[in-house]
């Protein structure tokens, strides 16, 4: 570690692995974009970032360093000797993408993590400072890359036919010179599959199941937070015991239960069975928010003449809209993406919730693009109402931390 604290020792070891983190990073995603070969070199890396890293220890400046970066990568990616090897079908301009989005992403960060590190000793704070900065770029990378990627697959098989698909199914990228016949796969599903019916069905089977669980838990969280009766503390340290149990367990005296009551193969045994599933979560982060609310309040209203329940209606509930928002998403997304029941409990086409009109899909007989078409649909919508609410998630699941 005290060789490591040397700034000619640190930097070439920063520049090698960030010129192998970029390199990697720009393969992957020409490779997937172009349908092309793309390959980074670990050795080659080394050789190229190392003296990159002593360059930026000297200059320390973000735009020349970036530059110098770019025609350095270009000229490798030209010769073939670089960190990035392309494959002899690879074109001029691909490899001038390459090197612009490889060099710029190389040169520019690794500037900045070197800023202010000396060139011989440096103290302890200075190397984890540029550490951290080298850590937080590469963890920014591989989480983008995490979540990304498969989303990049999805989108990119589902505009595929089936054609395109038997001659090179890890090509991902796509022929714009097929117009409106991109989106055939999503036709299809929404003519020929029902995909609009499941559609609807998810969406109100998903409603209902957040109005069922807010009925239960807001007077089963306010009981727990506010009332005072034998038994409380252990009621409400055992509410998320029902997660403890695997679903799979109870599968079967579920299927049993319903099939004997009728409900099996019904949207009202949906709608009965998933609140039981979400209900404990909405309690557990219902219970929180109330305990953080100020009792002052609610006994004003008490002393004004108003019983518990009006307390509820016109103040508690007015003070907690940001935590009913954020419960009421989450039990939402829950109730979208539910599968095991549906799976279990739904036969007729008719009444397939959206994930289980997808796993109708996973057939050999049935083209992958739809299936990847099916879960685009399922995907995209619960996502964007996830980005436009996000704020009110985010606000009621921390509002109440400190005083609960």
């Known amino acids: 570690m005290t060789v490591l604290r040397r700034g000619y020792v640190a930097a070439p070891l920063i520049g090698w692995l960030w010129t192998f983190v970029i390199v990697t990073t720009v393969a992957v995603t020409m490779s997937f974009a ?35 970066t770019v025609l350095a990568l270009g000229a490798t990616l030209f010769l073939g000797t670089g960190p990035l090897v392309t494959g002899a079908e690879v074109g001029v301009l691909p490899r001038a993408i390459a090197a612009l989005v490889a060099g710029t992403a190389i040169g520019w960060p690794l500037a900045r993590f070197l800023d202010d590190m000396p060139r011989g000793e440096m103290g302890r704070h200075a190397f984890e400072e540029a550490a951290i900065r080298f850590l937080t770029g590469t963890g920014y990378i591989f989480f983008c890359a995490i979540v990304l990627i498969p989303f990049y697959v999805m989108v990119m098989t589902s505009l595929k036919n089936q054609a395109e698909l038997m001659v090179n199914p890890l090509d991902f990228s796509i022929d714009l010179s097929r117009g409106w016949d991109l989106f055939s796969s999503y036709a299809e599903l929404l003519t020929q599959f029902n995909f609009g019916w499941y559609l609807w069905t998810s969406f109100y089977v998903s409603v209902l199941t957040v109005v069922i669980t807010l009925l239960f838990s807001v007077p089963g969280a306010y009981a727990v937070a506010r009332l005072r009766f034998q038994g409380r503390a252990a009621f409400s340290r055992s509410i998320l015991l029902i997660y403890m149990v695997p679903m799979i ?76 928002a954020s419960v009421a998403l989450y039990v939402f997304m829950i109730a979208w993406n539910e599968f095991l029941l549906a799976f279990m409990l739904l036969d007729d086409p008719s009444k397939f919730t959206l994930t289980r009109g997808i ?46």
Do not use: C
């Not at 979400?278 to 928010?289: D, N």
């Open 359 to 404: 796993a109708s899909l996973n057939s050999s007989e049935i083209p992958r693009q739809h299936l990847m078409a099916g879960a685009v649909i399922a995907t995209v919508p619960i996502m964007v109402m996830f980005l436009w609410l996000e704020k009110f998630m985010t606000r009621g699941m921390t509002a109440g931390a400190v005083k609960g």
């Open 249 to 324: 367990v109870l599968a079967l005296p579920i299927y049993i239960a319903f099939s004997m009551t009728g409900l099996r193969n019904t949207i009202l045994g949906i709608v009965l069975i998933y609140p039981v599933t979400t209900i404990p979560v909405a309690l557990y982060m219902l219970q929180g928010y109330f305990r953080g609310l100020p009792a002052e309040v609610e006994e004003a209203g008490l002393m004004d003449g108003l019983n518990r329940i009006q307390v509820i209606w016109k103040i508690t509930l007015p003070l907690s809209l940001p935590a009913l």
């Open 34 to 68: 172009t349908g092309e070969a793309y390959r980074p070199s670990i050795t080659l890396a080394a050789l190229f970032g190392a003296p990159l890293g002593l360059i930026v220890l000297a200059l320390k400046r973000p735009a020349p360093v970036a530059g110098l």
